[in-house]
């Protein structure tokens, strides 16, 4: 095996990233965003998609409109 596609849901998702970090496969995941995902100690083979549900993942803007 290659690599592992996640799941829908951070749940599933934080299950099968304990099992690819037993293996040593990689695993990538389109659309679970738990903030516990994050801990690269925990799941060193996990990556995402989408942004985490924290402070990272929020849309902060620093541009302004100049007439």
Same mark, same amino acid.
């Given at each position: ?6 799941? @829908?849901?951070?749940?599933? #998702?934080?299950?099968?990233? +304990? ?6 496969? !990689?695993?990538?995941? !389109?659309? #679970?965003?738990s ?8 799941? !060193?083979?996990f #990556? +995402?998609?989408?942004? !985490?549900?924290?402070? @990272?993942?929020t849309?902060? #803007?620093?541009? @302004?409109?100049?007439?």
């Amino acid at each position: 095996m290659h690599g592992i596609v996640g799941a @829908r849901c951070s749940g599933a #998702s934080i299950a099968l990233a +304990r099992i690819s970090g037993l293996e040593q496969v !990689p695993m990538l995941s !389109p659309a #679970s965003n738990s903030k516990s995902l994050s801990n690269t100690k925990e799941f !060193p083979y996990f #990556s +995402r998609l989408v942004a !985490p549900n924290d402070e @990272r993942g929020t849309l902060k #803007s620093s541009a @302004r409109w100049i007439p």
